[in-house]
């Protein structure tokens, strides 16, 4: 399976942003966003289960929305009202229904103050 993320870039606080990720095969239980700053761990941003549950890391609440297309086997990320500490570089994650799992390449998000 093949992640493509797309959609970083940088932005002025407060902007917007849309991450997508596209798998080039495969039926996800799970679908999921983290995050990586220089010199921190990786971190759950996001993640949406099968039957449409989410979860949310507390300090994105309110502010993202992850969501999937199961047909054309994505997810996104909604990002709005970002913030300098929301720098990072994302990635997407996906497990599969035999419980395979699998990173996507990773995009930067930059958010200026």
């Known amino acids: 399976v093949q992640l493509q993320a797309s959609g970083g870039g940088l932005v002025q606080a407060g902007g917007s942003l849309r991450l997508s990720c596209a798998a080039s095969?495969?039926?996800?239980?799970?679908m999921s966003w983290y995050r990586q700053a220089p010199g921190k761990p990786r971190e759950l941003v996001a993640s949406?289960?099968?039957?449409?549950?989410?979860n949310y890391a507390d300090s994105v609440k309110g502010r993202f929305t992850i969501s999937r297309d199961i047909a054309k086997k994505t997810v996104s990320l909604e990002m709005n009202s970002l913030k300098p500490e929301d720098s990072a570089t994302y990635y997407c994650?996906?497990?599969?229904?035999?419980?395979?799992?699998?990173w996507g390449q990773g995009t930067q998000v930059t958010v200026s103050s």
């Open positions: 949406i289960e099968s039957s449409g549950s989410t």
């Open positions: 994650f996906v497990r599969a229904l035999g419980y395979e799992e699998y």
């Open positions: 095969r495969g039926i996800f239980m799970l």
